[in-house]
T-cell receptor
Framework: DQQVKQNSPSLSVQEGRISILNCDYT??????FLWYKKYPAEGPTFLISISSIKDKNEDGRFTVFLNKSAKHLSLHIVPSQPGDSAVYFC???????????FGKGTLLTVNP | GAVVSQHPSWVICKSGTSVKIECRSL??????MFWYRQFPKQSLMLMATSNEGSKATYEQGVEKDKFLINHASLTLSTLTVTSAHPEDSSFYICSAATLAGGWETQYFGPGTRLLVL
């Protein structure tokens, strides 16, 4: 039973354009959401997060949007750069504990 | 950011043997360490949570007698896969956290790929 779903295993975009990575969740107890970026042979690194009390959080080129009614969040990267090419994981947690539930990840390829 | 190392990065072993994987936080003290497992094309699945000096808390479906976790210090946790079988072949990844700092302070190691023949 996948509580966090990333339905697109891969995404390819042109350098300079916007990358939109999507994530859906089913557990209504989740109230904190994180995006991680993973390069080959490295562990995931924290990218950006959002609390359920917000619907948007921005950090430089990265913006995360949360639609609680739809149980959907998305990560926007603009402009996309070749160095952004990596696997992006969506993760969710309930504030009652620090356990993270991950999606399967989306491989983003940014073409020069 | 903080650095978490894992050793070994990959290991091949025979069925029935035990394998120990180390997770170290190199430049900070981790109050809590997490162990995850990832099968091909699947998500990272939390196996257990360990706090320094206390017993690990295992997720449902994870056999605590098979996956022994020791968190003897604030910088080291070990996962021992006992009597490994081919179905234990997977990617094991740890994370270390100072939870007082929030979720963002959970730093991941590079992972250990285990192949059981």
């Amino acid at each position: 039973d996948q509580q966090v779903k990333q339905n697109s295993p891969s995404l390819s975009v042109q350098e300079g354009r916007i990358s939109i990575l999507n994530c859906d969740y089913t557990n209504s107890m989740f109230d904190y959401f994180l995006w991680y970026k993973k390069y080959p042979a490295e562990g995931p690194t924290f990218l950006i997060s959002i609390s359920s009390i917000k619907d948007k959080n921005e950090d430089g080129r990265f913006t995360v949007f949360l639609n609680k009614s739809a149980k959907h969040l998305s990560l926007h990267i603009v402009p996309s750069q070749p160095g952004d090419s990596a696997v992006y994981f969506c993760a969710a947690s309930a504030s009652s504990n620090y356990k993270l539930t991950f999606g399967k990840g989306t491989l983003l390829t940014v073409n020069p | 950011g903080a650095v978490v190392s894992q050793h070994p990065s990959w290991v091949i072993c025979k069925s029935g043997t035990s394998v120990k994987i180390e997770c170290r936080s190199l430049d900070f003290q981790a109050t809590t360490m997490f162990w995850y497992r990832q099968f091909p094309k699947q998500s990272l699945m939390l196996m257990a949570t360990s706090n320094e000096g206390s017993k690990a808390t295992y997720e449902q479906g994870v056999e605590k007698d098979k996956f022994l976790i020791n968190h003897a210090s604030l910088t080291l946790s070990t996962l021992t896969v006992t009597s490994a079988h081919p179905e234990d072949s997977s990617f094991y990844i740890c994370s270390a956290a100072t939870l007082a700092g929030g979720w963002e302070t959970q730093y991941f190691g590079p992972g250990t790929r285990l192949l059981v023949l």
